[in-house]
Structures are given as structure tokens and as C-alpha cells.
């Protein structure tokens, strides 16, 4: 009798954690059909934008009116957005429930023009090639100069012919510590035609040199504290060095 007892309480207690099983997938299941059934996209806000319209955005997001929000992929959000829309170097993509989604943009501020072959190639500062356009038209651009284009177009990122992969981490570096500190209006022209330094025409007056693999964020503070100082007159043009390894600089007026 204790043996058949026992065998009974089994039997029932492998019953019961079955039951438990099967309500437990069950709710699972009623939440993803809720879920699919009313979480629907009905209104995407873009913000951020500059360049682009928001409606130009949602075109390029591939995203419709009635899509799941939660069957929504948002690294293809991306990744078609910024293919359609190079300007755009950062986005970020989020749900508000129970309908909205939300695209909040970042997009590059003033490029730079390489001019190679007849064409102005326009670089962002994230080093990212964002337009093409004739080189008559690259006037109002500073100007890269002393290296050379591997196989550009729009949309990719920036990438020099081999014999200047030293340059390329020194400008793709320089060019973001520019865009952090908001500078990149003041700059001519960035020149890598010398491989003792690296050379940037600067506010139309002075040339900057400064060393390969520097820390530009720092070097662009001792330039602009050094455009500060007494030293510098508001008719002064010349040459500012400032790879000397102290916060010291070496300035070499123009003769007039």
C-alpha cells in the first residue's frame, strides 16, 4: 500500500509541474500576440536634423506606418539611413509605447574637399566620404592636399592610397579633434605633402605645424591658447610649431 501511495503522490506532483509549464507558456504566448497585435507604428519623430527633412529620414528608415514595433530591426534602421543619407553620422532609435518611434539624428558638420581627377571628394570629420562634387565647386571647402584617394565613393569611409597609411590615422585624428572643439570653420587647408610634419592653414593667416600621432585635442589647445597670448598682434601671419614636446610653441612671423 505505502508503494502504491507513493507512486500516486509522483504521478500527480509530475502532473502539477507540467501544468505550471504549460500556463507559463501560455501567458508567454498571450503577451507576444498582445504585443504583436497592438504595438504598432503610427507616428515616427525625427530630431536633429540640419540637411535633411524628417520626411526624407522616414523615407530612408524603410519603416511603415502599421510595422510591429517590436519586430523592428534597429541596426537596419541604420544601416539605411545612413546609406541613403551620408551626412548622417549617428542615430539612435527608440520605442515610445505604445505607437511612436523615435530616430534622433547626428549629422557631420562642415567637410573637407579632396580634390582628386577632377572631382571634389567631401570629407566629413568622421572620415566618412559624404559627397562628390565637380572641383570647380570646392571653393568654400578646406582643402586636404598632399595624398591621394584608394578608390573613393560616396558613402564609404575614408580610405588613402598605401603609401600615405601613415598620414591617414594622423588626418582622420586631426579632423575629429576639430570637429570636438569646433573649429573646423577656421581651417584653409590640411597638407600632407611633408612627412616631417603635418601642416594646417589656419584662421587664413598662419600655418600649424604639427607632429604625426600627436594628441590633437591637446596640440588645438595650445594653439588656440597661444592665439590668446600677447605674442600674437591682430595683423600677425606666419608659422606656429608646436611640436616641441613642453607647452612651449615656436612662432615665425611672416616678413612683411
Known amino acids: 500500500m505505502a508503494r502504491r501511495r507513493h507512486s500516486k503522490r509522483r504521478g ?3 502532473f502539477g509541474f507540467l501544468y505550471k509549464l504549460l500556463s507559463v507558456l501560455l501567458i508567454c504566448a498571450a503577451i507576444i500576440g498582445a504585443m504583436t497585435l497592438f504595438f504598432r507604428v503610427e507616428e515616427i519623430v525625427v530630431t536633429g536634423q540640419r540637411r535633411y527633412t524628417a520626411e526624407e529620414i522616414r523615407e530612408a528608415s524603410g519603416v511603415e506606418p502599421g510595422s510591429n514595433m517590436y519586430l523592428l530591426n534597429k541596426y537596419d534602421i541604420v544601416r539605411a539611413i545612413t546609406g541613403a543619407l551620408p551626412y548622417i553620422e549617428d542615430i539612435r532609435v527608440n520605442r515610445k509605447l ?12 562642415r567637410p573637407f574637399a579632396l580634390v582628386q581627377d577632377g572631382s571634389a571628394w567631401l570629407i566629413s570629420a568622421g572620415g566618412k566620404i559624404v559627397e562628390q562634387l565637380p572641383e570647380g565647386q570646392a571653393a568654400g571647402y578646406g582643402r ?3 595624398c591621394e584617394l584608394l578608390a573613393p565613393s560616396v558613402g564609404t ?7 600615405y597609411a601613415a598620414q ?3 588626418l582622420l585624428a586631426l579632423l575629429e579633434a576639430l570637429d570636438e572643439a569646433g573649429l573646423t570653420e577656421n581651417v584653409d587647408g590640411i597638407r600632407l605633402d611633408d612627412l616631417a610634419c603635418l601642416n594646417m592653414d589656419y584662421i587664413g593667416r598662419f600655418t600649424v605645424r604639427m607632429a604625426y600621432g600627436a594628441d590633437y585635442g591637446w596640440e588645438l ?3 588656440a591658447k597661444t592665439l590668446e597670448s600677447e605674442k600674437i598682434q591682430s595683423n600677425m601671419t606666419g608659422t606656429i610649431d608646436l611640436r616641441l614636446e613642453s ?4 612662432i615665425i612671423p611672416n616678413e612683411r
Open 144 to 146: 586636404i592636399s598632399g
Open 157 to 163: 569611409s575614408l580610405a588613402l592610397a598605401t603609401e
Open 98 to 109: 505604445p505607437d511612436t518611434l523615435l530616430i534622433e539624428v547626428h549629422e557631420s558638420g
Open 168 to 170: 591617414q590615422s594622423s
Open 12 to 14: 500527480r506532483g509530475s
Open 247 to 250: 607647452d612651449r610653441v615656436f
Open 221 to 223: 589647445k595650445k594653439l
